[in-house]
């Protein structure tokens, strides 16, 4: 069983940056491939960013390629989604969730754990 806790969502200005944080419990972190989705008002939940069990493979949505940075710290149990230059359309509650056995998993159903979301709100 995983537990996961996302922090530093808020509202920040078009262009600005946000640092997202999820905390993970248990003992076996590094076992588990992470990612990040988020989901805006009236919209399906979307896929973002995944970064794999060994810290060396990360694969970006084109909606975010190059602006957003996901990493994680095997140590600390926790993985971070670095966002810059955001834009309004950015805007929506941002999700992290483990999968045990994916390869760079992009589909959320195949996600076996998930945070209880953060709001990210950027304003134009």
């Known amino acids: 069983q995983v537990q996961l806790v996302e922090s530093g969502g808020g509202l920040v200005q078009a262009g600005h940056s946000l640092r997202l944080s999820c905390a993970a419990s248990?003992?076996?972190?590094?076992?588990?491939?992470m990612g990040w989705f988020r989901q805006a008002p009236g919209k399906e939940r979307e896929f973002v960013a995944v970064?794999?069990?060994?810290?060396?493979?990360?694969y970006y949505a084109d909606s975010v390629k190059g602006r957003f940075t996901i990493s994680r710290d095997n140590a600390k149990n926790t993985v971070y989604l670095q966002m810059n230059s955001l834009k309004p359309e950015d805007t929506a509650v941002y999700y992290c969730?483990?999968?045990?056995?994916?390869?760079?998993?992009?589909?959320?159903?195949?996600?076996?754990?998930w945070g209880q979301g953060t709001q990210v709100t950027v304003s134009s």
């Open positions: 969730a483990a999968n045990r056995w994916g390869s760079l998993e992009v589909l959320a159903h195949g996600y076996d754990y």
């Open positions: 248990g003992r076996t972190f590094s076992s588990y491939e």
């Open positions: 970064i794999g069990r060994n810290t060396l493979s990360a």
